[in-house]
Nanobody, 115 residues
Framework: QVQLVESGGGLVQAGGSLRLSCAAS????????MGWYRQAPGKQRELVAT???????NYADSVKGRFTISRDSAKNTVYLQMNSLKPEDTAVYYC?????????WGQGTQVTVSS
């Protein structure tokens, strides 16, 4: 099992920044990929950004150039730096980890961007 603890959400004005953190613990060996997804009210959960064990990143088109995903392997932590936030970025953000064929989710952290 992998446990994920997220932090860093909150309320910010449009144009502002936030940084999300997700610390993994437990059976963290062989984690292939870490990432962030989000779910806005009434919408499906969508991919925001992912980073592989080798450091390759992938971003949703809607956040390219504004968000940056990174990881600290020594701390088993993945970060999401979010700049130039827009009201449409408002959602619950979920950390996700892939280990082999298993997928693990954090509890979610609310990000609210006011206009």
């Amino acid at each position: 099992q992998v446990q994920l603890v997220e932090s860093g959400g909150g309320l910010v004005q449009a144009g502002g920044s936030l940084r999300l953190s997700c610390a993994a613990s437990g059976s963290i060996f062989s984690i292939n990929r870490m990432g962030w997804y989000r779910q806005a009210p009434g919408k499906q959960r969508e991919l925001v950004a992912t980073i592989t064990r080798g450091g390759s990143t992938n971003y949703a088109d809607s956040v390219k150039g504004r968000f940056t995903i990174s990881r600290d392997s020594a701390k088993n932590t993945v970060y999401l730096q979010m700049n130039s936030l827009k009201p449409e970025d408002t959602a619950v953000y979920y950390c996700n980890v892939l280990r082999g064929i298993d997928s693990y989710w954090g509890q979610g952290t609310q990000v609210t961007v006011s206009s």
